[in-house]
């Protein structure tokens, strides 16, 4: 079975706002790594999680899937989704797809840090 | 910037459905102007149910070229799925006409993403449920493995009391006979194997006034 080709790590931008910063494809497989990113990021109260996605090098619709349960596991817990770093393409998928309309999409990392 | 490596894999996106060549009928004005809509935009519960099947051991490639220009063939005869006489293709919207009851609802979807491996489509205002439907083949051990994957909120309050009572065992049945018939294409008989996940169980009830779009209402208003 293919594996995710896809690396994340968890920032902390101030105490209730985290970053992860994803490198590579969003897809099914990537599954259990933006779950337990997800996690990381999501405790010691949380408000935002800021997704990154300035080095994302593709994503299916099984990605833009694993994005809307990723959006109401953080809707579940009371807290927003944000994202910066799309291209042009990815802002139009996700305009595409209507999440647009869930997840604020910021150009950069301060403006999306001014969402919280 | 390097283009991206699934640039030509999506749709471009639209504010509105339009309906074209052989599809554009009576059933076609159902989904004309409509609006896609994703999970997000629906009322009901939102789950993610999974269809499995072996179709035995053609490449994926093969399954989902056979999938995507006979997709009509495979879903039972009691729905009828219009596709562009090309089938399936990127931007394309396919008409749906099925019989709910007495009376035949009309609708349709958007395919929104299209690769070597895997398609999806996008359903618009009125559909009985918001969401996305991704289809998929893949290797595993030297066999194929064939997936349908539906996202979906029912859209209204009528289609959620609908799928509870037998609108979702309705759904199973399509996609059991959609996934068999392609397995039979490619002579296997294996079984279909389901999951089904609640991702959320929280009704969105901002979004009851999706009723007013309901093909199934509508249909029946008509008679």
């Known amino acids: ?116 | 910037m390097a283009e991206a490596k699934d640039s030509g894999n999506w749709a471009e996106p639209v504010e509105r459905l339009h309906v074209e060549g052989p599809t554009s009928g009576k059933a076609g004005r159902a989904v004309e102007g409509r609006r896609p809509v994703s999970p997000l935009n629906g009322f009901g519960q939102m789950w993610q149910k999974t269809y499995r099947v072996d179709v035995g051991r053609p490449s994926p490639e093969e399954v989902i070229r056979t999938w995507k220009t006979n997709f009509g063939e495979f879903w039972p005869s009691y729905n009828r799925f219009y596709a562009p006489l090309a089938g399936v293709q990127l931007g394309e919207v396919a008409v749906i006409q099925g019989d709910v009851g007495p009376v035949t609802l009309s609708t349709g979807v958007r395919v929104i993403y299209s690769d070597s491996t895997s398609f999806a489509f996008m359903t618009p205002e009125g559909h009985p449920f918001a969401g996305f439907i991704t289809f998929s083949a893949r290797r595993e051990e030297e066999r194929c493995q064939a997936e349908v994957q539906l996202l979906i909120r029912a859209s209204d309050p009528i289609s959620e009391v609908g799928f509870m009572l037998g609108g979702s065992k309705k759904e199973d049945e399509i996609w059991d006979h959609t996934l068999k018939s392609l397995a039979a294409r490619f002579g296997s008989s294996a079984s279909v194997t389901k999951e089904v996940v609640l991702i959320d169980r929280r009704r969105q009830w901002r979004n009851w006034k999706n009723l007013w779009k309901s093909a199934a209402l509508r249909a029946r208003l008509r008679g």
């Open chain 1, 1 to 116: 079975m293919p594996s995710a080709q896809v690396e994340m790590s968890v920032r902390v931008a101030t105490p209730d706002v985290k970053i992860i910063d994803i490198k590579g494809e969003i897809t099914a497989y990537a599954e259990p790594i933006l779950m337990e990113s997800y996690s990381q990021a999501s405790g010691g109260g949380c408000r935002l999680v800021v997704l990154n996605f300035t080095d994302l090098d593709y994503m299916n619709s099984s990605g833009i899937g694993l994005l809307v349960t990723l959006l109401i596991r953080a809707q579940r817990n009371g807290q927003k989704l944000a994202a910066f770093g799309l291209t042009e393409h990815y802002r139009q998928i996700l305009n595409l797809t209507r999440l647009d309309e869930a997840i604020g999409v910021f150009a950069d990392e301060a403006s999306a840090l001014g969402a919280a």
